[in-house]
T-cell receptor, first 115, second 110 residues
Framework: DAGVTQSPTHLIKTRGQQVTLRCSPKSGHDTVSWYQQALGQGPQFIFQYYEEEERQRGNFPDRFSGHQFPNYSSELNVNALLLGDSALYLC??????????????FGPGTRLLVL | QKEVEQNSGPLSVPEGAIASLNCTYSDRGSQSFFWYRQYSGKSPELIMFIYSNGDKEDGRFTAQLNKASQYVSLLIRDSQPSDSATYLCAVNMGGNKLVFGAGTILRVKS
């Protein structure tokens, strides 16, 4: 049973560029959440996708956008990169519940460095 | 006030001792609580989840929840050097949005 997968594992970009990160959820899961983890901090919620729609969003600017495909995989796009966007980007998958609270499992992450 | 607070540590315990990790949260309506372990350079790994007041045990790990005090803890019995990691407390604040604390660094010394 494949777990959550993410690509690429590492990425180096320069300020102003755009980046796309990819995630495939665990088998049987239909919901993908994205988190940003800066060094020494806990993960911060960016947004969540279910049924190809953004369901919830954290306190992140519009430069952060996403997409979910019919096979439940997801992409995170970040435009106009800033130095402060350097972080570990984590994808978490779960099964959707209207009441919430479903356990989330994390992928290995993509480490983004913006120079 | 931060939504989820943890002591950053490091918490140092000798091998074989009990490690006690604590977490407080601000939203009284929170219903589900999670502990994740994160090794340096790796992604968070789920250790336990708890929904009801009281204790929940799984092997060497016990999660404790007190909703009245808005407090959740993780006890690790018979601590091993391989338990050395950062432990993240996460609270579901509605619709599967997890809010994390900054994590507690645990060091188990042999």
């Amino acid at each position: 049973d494949a777990g959550v997968t993410q690509s690429p594992t590492h990425l180096i970009k320069t300020r102003g560029q755009q980046v796309t990160l990819r995630c495939s959820p665990k088998s049987g899961h239909d919901t993908v959440s994205w988190y940003q983890q800066a060094l020494g901090q806990g993960p911060q919620f960016i947004f969540q996708y279910y049924e190809e729609e953004e369901r919830q969003r954290g306190n992140f600017p519009d430069r952060f956008s996403g997409h979910q495909f019919p096979n439940y995989s997801s992409e995170l796009n970040v435009n106009a990169l800033l130095l402060g966007d350097s972080a570990l980007y984590l994808c978490a998958s779960s099964r959707y519940r209207t009441s919430g609270g479903e356990t989330q499992y994390f992928g290995p992450g993509t480490r983004l460095l913006v120079l | 006030q931060k939504e989820v607070e943890q002591n950053s540590g490091p918490l140092s315990v000798p091998e074989g001792a009990i490690a006690s990790l604590n977490c407080t949260y601000s939203d009284r309506g929170s219903q589900s609580f999670f502990w994740y372990r994160q090794y340096s350079g790796k992604s968070p790994e789920l250790i336990m989840f708890i929904y009801s007041n009281g204790d929940k045990e799984d092997g060497r790990f016990t999660a404790q929840l007190n909703k009245a005090s808005q407090y959740v803890s993780l006890l690790i019995r018979d601590s091993q050097p391989s338990d050395s990691a950062t432990y993240l407390c996460a609270v579901n604040m509605g619709g599967n949005k997890l809010v994390f604390g900054a994590g507690t660094i645990l060091r188990v010394k042999s």
